[in-house]
């Protein structure tokens, strides 16, 4: 099958950066979508970025000229660059891939990594 596993998550400063990745291992012959979300701390996991096989971005309001998502298709793994991070950021960050499809079976898939941490202090 296939196997997210994220990293970069932490521990930061209002005003700082971090940079996520994401990647995807396994059987995979190709993915659609890849995309970040996350889940604040009671809150629902909500749309962060999300980025299609042609480069086609989406993102949500509050990380508009903030955050910013890529990929690289040789190597099956997703970014996301986060700057001017504040405390609202606070969240456990997942990863997910949608439309893959693994070799020899047919059918797409949608696949969602374990989440990691990332915390901003005020």
């Known amino acids: 099958q296939v196997q997210l596993v994220e990293s970069g998550g932490g521990l930061v400063q209002a005003g700082g950066s971090l940079s996520l990745s994401c990647v995807a291992s396994?059987?995979?012959?190709?993915?659609?979508?890849m995309g970040w979300y996350r889940r604040a701390p009671g809150n629902l996991r909500e749309l962060v970025a999300t980025?299609?096989?042609?480069?086609?971005?989406n993102y949500a309001e509050s990380v508009k000229g903030r955050f910013t998502i890529s990929r690289d298709n040789t190597k099956n793994t997703v970014y996301l660059q986060m700057n001017s991070l504040n405390p609202e950021d606070t969240a456990v960050y997942y990863c997910?891939?949608?439309?893959?499809?693994?070799?020899?079976?047919?059918?797409?898939?949608?696949?969602w990594g374990q989440g990691t941490q990332v915390t901003v202090s005020s």
């Open positions: 980025i299609t096989g042609s480069s086609t971005t």
């Open positions: 396994g059987a995979i012959y190709s993915i659609d979508t």
């Open positions: 997910n891939v949608d439309g893959v499809e693994i070799y020899g079976q047919f059918g797409r898939y949608n696949y």
